[in-house]
Each structure stands twice: as C-alpha cells, then as structure tokens.
RNA sequence: GCUCUCAUAGUUCAAUGGAUAGAAUGCGAGCUUGCGGAGCUUGCGAUGUAGGUUCGAUUCCUACUGAGAGCACCA
C-alpha cells in the first residue's frame, strides 16, 4: 500500500489523463469513489478512455467516469494492508514529513502573572497546542513559548490588594490553592478599588512605581511571593491542559531590551518623535502610527514585542515562528511586524501572526453563575461537575473517577473551541457548547472507550486480531483511508477544525458499525478482523485526538 | 470618519473554484433478545441583497445591508 496516490496518478497518466497540477482529491461523498480525479478541459472525452491498466493493480477495485469526474475505488486488499499498517505504526500512523527538518516557534497562551486565567488564555492555549501538535506531526522540531507580562499596572493592583489583606495571607507552609485564591481576591480588591476609589488610584500608581524601581525591599518580596504563586499555578493549569513550554519569556526582560532597538532605530529615522513619544508612522504602508515609547520614556507593548522578537530567535533558532493571539491584536501585529522588518528583516519574514476569535456570549448565563467573570478555572470546575454527575454510579475507582473527569472536561471545551475555523469567534452557550451528545468531545472519547471496551472483551473471550479481510470494506475502511491526508491539510492551513469534523464523521462511521455488525462473534471467522478493524479504529481516533490536545481515556 | 474581519437550516458550526451544500442541536417517527443508549436508523429544514469573473461560485472581485474588532502614549 506504497503511495497509493503515485499508483493513481500513474496509472491515469497512462490512460492518457493530464495529471499535472490537478488534484487527486477524496471525494464528499464515499459513494464517489475513495479518491477522484476532475478533468477540467471538456474536449478530452474521459468516457472513451481506457483504465484497465490501473484495473489490473491489486490495490484498485475499479474506476468509473461521471461527467467530468474519474471516480477511483480501492480493493479489499488495499483496506486489509491499511489496517495491517495503522496497526503496526500505531501512534505513528498518519504522520507526514512536509515539514521535515525545520525549526518552528509557537507562542501562545500567554497569561499575566497576578491576574486570573480567563477564558482567552483558554482559548489561545487550546488552539496554539493544537497547532504545535499539528506541526510536530509533519515532521517539525517544535518548541513551545510562553510570553507573560510580570511588570506593570495589574502588578501594582494585585500588591495593593495583597497588604491591604494582610491578615487573611497563607502562611508558606499552606497549599498553592490556597496561596492562589488569596491572590486572586487581591487582585480583584486592588483592581475594584482602583477604579472605585480616588485615594486608592494614588496609593497603588505609587505602588506601581516603587515596584519598578525595586525601592522598598518588603514590596519586592510581596513581588516575588506573588509571581511565584502565580505562575506555579498556571503550571498546574498547563498540566491540565497538556501543554509543556520550552521557553518563558516576561516584560520585565523585553522591555529594556525592546528600549536599546527603539533607541538605535531612532537615530536611523525607523521610528520618530511625536509629541514627546517615539512611534512609528505606518500610514505609508497602509496602516496606521503606534506608539512605541510613551511621553515619560516608558516603553509601550509594542516596544517589548521588538525586543521579545530578538529574544526568541537567540533561544530558538527558528526557521518560522508563529504567534497566537486574539484577533483584537491583528492590526497591530501588522503594525509591529512592519517595524520588525526595519529592524531585523530576517527575523521578521519568518514571523507568522494568527489571531483566534474571542469568546462570546448568548446571554449572561455563565456570568450570573458564579457571580463574576468567568475565569478559564471556574469553567473547567464547572464542566467537570457536570461530568460527575454522570459517572459518579459507575464501576470505577475514585482516581478513575478523578482523571475522567479532568479529561471529558477539558476535552468538552478542546473540542468546542477547535470546532470552528480558528480566526472567528466562538457564540458560546453553556449548555449548547458543552453539551456531551452529538458533536462534542466527550462523543469522540466516548466512541474510543467503547472501542477500547471491546478490544478488552475481546481479548477476554480469546479472540487475536487479524488484519486478514474476510468482509468487504465499508465506511469505516474508507473514513480510515483518508486520516492522513486530512492532517496534513490541516497543517497545511492551520485548520485544526479540519480534523475535529472529520474525527465527528469517523466516530459516526465506527458508532454505526459497531451498532450494525457483531464484532466478537462465538465462531465466527469474521471477528478476528472486525477486532482488527476496531483496534484500528481506536488507533486513529486517539492519534486525532492527539493532534487537538485531548485525551483518549479507555474507560468513562 | 478610516481600516480589518465576518454573514450558510429555528439555533451553533463545517465545506481544498467542481458532483445531490455536510454535521450537531431542535421538532416528528422508530431501535430490548449482541460486544458501553454520552449510542443507532429515519423524516423536516439553509448559502444576506444586487451585479461581475468563470464551462462551473458558499468559495474570487465590486457595491449595498447587517454584525464585530481596531484606529497615539493599555496589553
């Protein structure tokens, strides 16, 4: 089953057919064939053509014209090797090797020591690791980074609220749970207090500067108490989530350095003063004039992102990096990577841009929920209360128990947020968008552990796979064909959507098998290859689920 | 005001310029003797408007209508 599209395409060039530049592509439909090729030009009359050569290939079944359509389909022989291979490869199975070879960077989720993980950071860490999976998956040495902001006002907030709670502060010994929600109450007291209260604003701007000047030894160890607690925290967070960074980078190393490149591009005329502010004019390229050093001599984010720029090529070495964000920043990316290109061409032609949708609401629900606004904790909390619900009364221990839950919720909200096409925003409905039936994560983990069920009871009853094909393929064969092909596309595109519709459609096909055909059957010469088919099926499923970041739990 | 996104069943989303526009949810009708019903089978239902390019447009271009985001010292 070598290159079966090279056998194709050789075979339909021997026909006579033109393939060059046309696609041989997997038809919507499975009744069009497992693959078809279009012929543009009407004047070639395909019906009178000849494939009896690509007929006599053991791997094709036959081919048929339809209009302008050469519908090819494939042999038993072809789907009992392909299962004979998924087997094999195992967790390899689908890779590809476009990107063989090459350095690439992603940066993404990117939270505020002493602020909440919301929602955003959820949505930017899901579909950022879907793509770093995505790209490893063709071959790329991928590294993964994390940007965080350790300076600035939301600091001083969080400060601010830390002493004016004083008395309620965990003591050392106390959990990181704890430490954690005491941080959050600060921050959430210093930040309702800055907006509310006059004599606060004053007191936490002058926080703010002592902060930066490092000036009073017992804010810096607040500081220092503080960011520790918070970034152990998002680790538990990344834990949950499956994502392992290489590299972190904070303001309070970019800014200064973001300021020397300002400095030196200002003298080269890159950037000019402006009511006592550096910016750079980007009307002459069709956008529009950011600041990049404020009037007081402050760098702005636009200035750190220059200096982030250079970091991340000295660490990384890249051949391309890519930067997930919210698609609010687009404009301004574009902004800062015209001026990155004044400043290190090189870096900035390797630098990529994509911006996610925002999270959005039908209603105030989830807000009225808990009260407040929804953090990306309190929504995972959330969906794994709904999921104990629903296994609490079956036959499994509690660590069992524990690790379903944590699993199905975070693949509930994976799927939801990699469903849809990565650049639009996500109408969320608590009920609608967690929902465990149809298409939704939990679905998808479903269809693996009742195949994964299977395998166990059949390995009870003493039945061995074999890819041997006694039946002839069906649906779920055919959906199977077309894993590979859909994952590079999907990398390819950066379209992680790509995969979960087809992973919805494969799991339907296995659903629909397994309700239509007895697989462990008491004598059946059939079962040995069903048994195959399924532990093939499971196989892929979990390589999918793999690739957006969700876990394939064996039992639920 | 300028710039950038987006517009598909009642609702939430898919669809590499190609075949009868796919799912899910919703509403209707079914599925017990066999491996997990978070399931399966089946019916209803959609490309904002007006032009253009093309043999062919949900997809590309223009205008309009509607929604969202951004546009100088926040990140």
Redesign the pocket.
């Known amino acids: 089953m070598k290159d079966i599209k090279e056998i194709i395409k050789k075979g339909l060039e021997k026909a006579g057919v033109d393939t060059e530049g046309t696609?041989?592509?997997?038809?919507?439909?499975l009744?069009?064939?497992d693959?078809?090729?279009?012929?543009?030009d009407?004047a070639i009359d395909i019906s009178a053509l000849s494939f009896a050569d690509l007929e006599k290939n053991k791997y094709i079944k036959s081919v048929?014209v339809?209009?302008?359509?050469?519908?090819i389909y494939l042999s038993d022989t072809f789907f009992s090797e392909l299962v004979e291979d998924i087997l094999k490869s195992g967790a390899d199975f689908g890779k590809n090797s476009t990107r063989d070879g090459e350095r690439i960077l992603f940066e993404y989720t990117?939270p505020?020591p002493f602020k909440e993980f919301h929602i955003g950071h959820l949505m930017s860490n899901t579909i950022g690791e879907s793509f770093a999976r995505i790209t490893e998956w063709s071959g790329a040495t991928v590294k993964r980074a994390n940007y965080q902001?350790d300076?600035?006002?939301?600091v001083a907030k969080a400060i601010w609220g830390m002493m004016e709670l004083s008395s309620e502060m965990p003591h050392t010994q106390e959990d990181l749970t704890k430490k954690s929600a005491f941080l959050g109450r600060a921050y959430v007291h210093g930040s309702s207090s800055y907006t509310d209260d006059e004599s606060a604003k004053k007191e936490i701007d002058a926080l703010n500067k002592t902060i930066y000047e490092k000036s009073d030894p017992k804010v810096v160890e607040l500081y220092n108490w503080g960011r520790k607690v918070s970034l152990d925290h998002f680790e538990d967070i990344y834990a949950k989530l499956g994502t392992k960074f290489d590299y972190y980078f904070f303001?309070s190393e970019t800014a200064p350095r973001g300021l020397f490149i300002v400095e030196e591009f200002l003298a080269k005329n890159v950037f000019e003063k402006?009511?006592?502010?550096?910016?750079f004019?980007g009307e002459q390229y069709?956008?529009?004039?950011?600041?990049f050093?404020?009037?007081?001599g402050?760098?702005?984010?636009?200035?750190?992102e220059l200096g982030l720029s250079k970091m991340k090529f000295e660490k990384a070495d890249f051949d391309l990096s890519v930067v997930v964000?919210?698609?609010?920043?687009?404009?301004?990316y574009?902004v800062v990577l015209k001026a990155l290109e004044f400043v290190d061409a090189e870096i900035a032609n390797k630098t990529r841009h994509i911006?996610h949708?925002?999270l959005?609401f039908?209603s105030g629900k989830m807000s009225s929920r808990t009260g407040n606004i929804i953090t990306g904790e309190s929504l995972m909390v959330d969906v794994e209360k709904?999921?104990y619900e629903?296994?609490k009364d079956?036959e499994l221990s509690d660590t069992e128990k524990k690790n379903?839950m944590s699993q199905?919720a975070v693949g509930?909200i994976k799927y939801?947020i990699l469903?849809?096409?990565?650049?639009?925003?996500?109408?969320?409905?608590f009920e609608?968008?967690l929902?465990?039936?149809?298409?939704?994560g939990?679905?998808l983990?479903?269809?693996h552990?009742?195949a994964?069920?299977?395998?166990?009871?059949?390995k009870e009853a003493g039945v061995s796979a074999d890819f041997k094909n006694v039946d002839t393929a069906g649906e779920l064969e055919k959906m199977l064909a077309k894993f590979a092909d859909i994952t590079e596309?999907a990398e390819k595109?950066f379209?992680p959507?790509?995969i979960?519709?087809y992973l919805?459609?494969l799991?339907?096909?296995?659903?629909?098998?397994?309700?239509?055909?007895?697989?462990?059957?008491e004598a059946g010469d059939s079962?040995p290859y069903?048994v195959a088919l399924?532990q093939a099926f499971k196989t892929v499923m979990q390589n999918g689920l793999w690739l957006l970041g969700i876990e394939a739990?064996?039992?639920?």
């Open positions: 696609l041989l592509s997997h038809p919507k439909d009744k069009n064939g693959f078809s090729f279009f012929v543009k009407k048929a339809v209009g302008q359509f050469i519908n990117n505020n902001g300076v600035g006002l939301q303001e402006s009511d006592g502010a550096v910016v004019k069709g956008l529009h004039t950011r600041v050093v404020n009037s007081q402050l760098p702005t984010y636009e200035t750190k964000t919210a698609n609010e920043q687009n404009e301004y574009k911006g949708g925002m959005r039908t709904l999921v629903k296994i079956r379903i199905v509930a939801s469903r849809q096409s990565s650049g639009k925003d996500i109408i969320f409905d609608k968008s929902s465990f039936e149809g298409d939704s939990p679905y983990q479903y269809a552990a009742r994964c069920s299977i395998l166990r009871k059949a596309r595109e379209a959507q790509l979960v519709t919805t459609e799991a339907g096909s296995f659903n629909s098998y397994y309700a239509n055909t007895p697989i462990i059957a079962s069903r399924t739990p064996e039992k639920m």
